[in-house]
């Protein structure tokens, strides 16, 4: 028989290769037959902080990671964690001159942010857009509700990052709009912090839109 960790990957890849808890024993109840031992939910919670270096238990081999924690229960296959996805024209030119340049925005692509766009699957959490692109991936922005960086020192946490599309990211970079928590889509395990919703409409939004 295929081991706990074996099934556990196995069942993790079928759903997505991210997932609460919940919907990891569905499909790990599925796969192995029947009957399972009486502590067989405990033995898949084991077996996936055994192997994700968030945990205490870590026994050196990162299998899986966890989006915000082991108490979210959201566990993911770093395997199946995407690369940041470069655009066609970000490398240099091949003879480049010295032009004036200005930077208006800044996508900052971290571990964190990854780990939330896998958990939405790219779908955006203000209208739902899911883009895809032409070799079939797909693809979304993350956005610190509370900006990285001074003056606004926004740490980069779960509970401070949206996943968005393009026109979303930039109307909340650039004040167009401002944060309701009961028209956010929330996935299991991942919620917007309040006081990062308060901070964005006090000292990002503009005041008309206030």
């Avoid at 196995?10 to 399972?36: N, Q």
């Avoid at 939330?116 to 032409?134: I, N, R, S, V």
């Avoid at 020192?153 to 401002?178: E, F, Q, R």
Wanted: aromatic content about 6%.
């Amino acid at each position: 028989m295929p081991s706990w960790l074996h099934d556990i990957k196995t069942a993790l890849a079928s759903v997505g290769g991210i997932a609460h808890y919940d919907a990891i024993y569905a499909e790990v109840a599925r796969m192995r037959p029947s009957p399972l031992p009486g502590s067989w939910k405990e033995i898949v919670r084991r077996t996936i902080q055994d192997h994700a270096s968030e945990s205490n238990g870590f026994r050196g081999t990162a299998v899986f990671y966890s989006v915000d924690g082991i108490g979210s229960g959201v566990w993911g296959l770093r395997e199946l964690l995407k690369p940041a996805q470069l655009a066609s024209d970000i490398g240099e030119p091949e003879a480049p001159q010295r032009v004036q340049q200005q930077v208006y925005r800044v996508l900052r692509d971290t571990e964190m942010t990854r780990k939330l766009k896998a958990l939405y699957k790219d779908t955006c959490q203000l209208c739902g857009l899911k883009l895809m692109l032409a070799d079939g991936s797909s693809y979304s922005e993350a956005h610190h509700v509370q900006p990285l960086g001074r003056p606004h020192n926004g740490p980069d946490i779960a509970a401070n990052i949206l996943v968005l599309c393009p026109n979303h990211h930039v109307l909340l970079d650039y004040g167009a709009m401002d944060l309701h928590a009961d028209e956010l889509h929330a996935i299991a395990g991942h919620r917007v912090g309040s006081r990062y919703i308060e901070y964005h409409n006090k000292n990002i939004a503009k005041p008309e839109m206030r």
